[in-house]
């Protein structure tokens, strides 16, 4: 199961790596040209990060319930300990996202982070 949602998070990357990547770099004449197309190839990159900390953050969730119960069941080959960080590290980036857009518009700058999304 888990090779499964590896393979798609790695397929998911690719294809926005691959997005990313076919901006108007290549057809860049000057130098002003082409930190201008860096700069709106990079403007996604808040949208992003947050995409892949929702993303992460439940894999690690679910992966830590699964060996929290794998740990109950089977107590010598794993510790409850390791399921248990797996959650906290998952939630903690589920809600990454959710903070630095709080703080980012705590100091008026809101307008400076645009696309996390917030729940």
């Not at 990547?21 to 949208?47: D, G, I, Q, W």
């Amino acid at each position: 199961m888990f090779s499964t949602l590896k393979r798609v998070f790695t397929t998911f990357l690719a294809s926005t790596g691959f997005y990313l990547s076919t901006s108007s770099l290549a057809h860049a004449a000057t130098l002003n040209e082409v930190f201008t197309a860096l700069a709106e190839s990079l403007s996604s990159l808040p949208t992003l990060l947050s995409i892949i900390c929702y993303v992460v953050g439940i894999i690690l969730v679910i992966s830590g319930f699964a060996y929290a119960n794998k740990a109950k069941n089977f107590p010598q080959q794993a510790e409850v300990s390791t399921g248990i960080w797996r959650i906290v590290v998952g939630v903690c980036l589920i809600i990454l996202p959710t903070i630095i857009s709080a703080v980012a518009g705590s100091f008026g700058t809101a307008a400076s982070a645009p696309g996390i999304p917030t729940f």
